[in-house]
């Protein structure tokens, strides 16, 4: 029996430094894959969308291996922090407050936040107009902490959900007056759809550096410099070899990077 143990810990010896170097070769992604155009499923399970093929560009750029983990958006920081991945891709915003939790790549896009409503609604000052209103966020998103320092002060009810396919859900059902989102996700994901028909835009664009950030940005461990300095230079690479501007143009009509 010692001899079968002994042989056996020789093996694991041998295979380990072959295991260690092929898991050095895989980042492990973090993504919520419920927010269209950026993340979704396609009808056979798949996960596609902007952030995904964003991030198969990345790793192909650093010659590393692509290993994606959903997770709801809400546990996705507490989740790279216990090390279940080493990076979120998932249209997070660059925020002082995040900052705080974990670091971040430069950014990788920048759209505005909007908000929809009923077609007709008017919004022309938050203050009046969105007293009595039931607004969806999604929990734990930038959206959620503006509708909440914003929207509730002037008397608006602030509901959150796990995802923004959820808000949508009940937007459309009559349970909710608005949602606040960023604007190319309301726009695919709800207002071009059967669902979001009788429903727009209202309001202006809200862009706020405070809550909105610096853009979206690819957060990784807090000190994890060398894997956040590595991603950017990758972004940087694939704006400047064209491949960024072909999956852009895959899903926006419009330079999603922004300023």
């Not at 002082?96 to 077609?119: H, I, N, Q, W």
């Not at 009046?128 to 959620?144: E, P």
Request: contains cysteine.
């Amino acid at each position: 029996m010692k001899k079968i143990a002994l042989l056996g810990a020789l093996a694991l010896s041998l295979l380990s430094p072959l295991t260690m170097a092929q898991e050095a070769k895989a980042l492990r992604i973090g993504i919520e894959a419920a927010y269209p155009p950026f993340a979704y499923k396609t009808p056979d399970g798949n996960i596609t969308g902007f952030d995904y093929d964003i991030g198969v560009a990345l790793c192909e750029e650093m010659k590393v291996e692509c290993k994606w983990i959903e997770q709801e958006f809400d546990g996705l920081i507490p989740a790279l922090k216990v090390r279940k991945f080493d990076a979120v891709l998932s249209s997070m915003s660059i925020t002082e407050e995040r900052k705080r939790a974990v670091d971040f790549t430069g950014k990788y896009y920048a759209t505005p936040a909007k908000l929809a409503m009923k077609s007709g609604a008017v919004m022309n000052d938050v203050a009046t107009d969105l007293k009595g209103k039931k607004i969806g966020v999604q929990r734990s998103s930038v959206y959620d902490r503006y509708a909440t320092d914003v929207f509730a002060p002037a008397g608006a009810e602030i509901v959150r959900y796990s995802s923004q396919n959820e808000v949508f859900l009940d937007l459309s059902a009559g349970r909710l007056d608005g949602t606040i989102a960023d604007s190319v996700n309301i726009e695919d994901g709800f207002l071009k759809t059967d669902a979001g028909k009788g429903f727009a835009f209202v309001g202006p664009d809200f862009t706020e550096e405070k809550y909105f950030g610096e853009g979206q940005g690819i957060a990784v461990r807090k000190g994890d410099k060398a894997l956040a300095d590595k991603i950017s230079a990758a972004i940087l690479a694939i704006r400047a070899n064209g491949k960024y501007k072909a999956i852009q143009d895959k899903y926006f009509s419009f330079d999603v990077y922004g300023k």
